[in-house]
């Protein structure tokens, strides 16, 4: 990642932390899960939110709202999702709102991470 795209990014951070710090930790976990999950990706600042793209295609990010961090996926419409836990009715994108720590885990956001990488989920 190059320096600018670093610079961003931490601003990015930095400008959540000063107005919600609880918010900026949920998107430095979410990130974390991101980037454990593969290796390849690459991250910017668009849409007001942090994204990821693996070989230059978009396949997700991490957007910032008053009252919940939303994990946006390009393709969530083809996930599976048994738990029906994933939210949106675009034809292509959905969403997981993330409203504390804990939602993260309860709502399995690896699980869809996972998919949105290619990648065959570990357990649902």
């Known amino acids: 990642m190059d320096v600018s795209a670093q610079l961003r990014i931490s601003e990015f951070i930095n400008d959540?932390?000063?107005v919600a710090p609880e918010q900026a930790e949920i998107i430095e976990l979410i990130r974390e899960l991101f980037n454990k999950a593969s290796q390849?990706?690459?991250?910017?600042i668009k849409y007001g939110g942090l994204v990821f793209l693996k070989s230059g295609?978009?396949?997700?990010?991490?957007?910032?709202?008053?009252?919940?961090?939303s994990i946006e996926f390009s393709n969530g419409a083809d996930f599976s999702d048994p738990q029906e836990l994933l939210e949106g009715k675009g034809k292509r994108r959905k969403h997981l709102k993330i409203h504390t720590r804990q939602d993260i885990d309860l709502?399995?956001?690896?699980?869809?991470?996972?998919?949105?990488?290619?990648s065959t989920p570990k357990g649902q």
């Open 40 to 44: 390849v990706l690459s991250e910017e």
């Open 57 to 69: 295609s978009l396949i997700g990010g991490i957007f910032p709202y008053k009252n919940h961090i």
């Open 16 to 18: 959540v932390q000063s």
């Open 107 to 118: 709502k399995n956001a690896i699980f869809f991470i996972e998919q949105s990488l290619g």
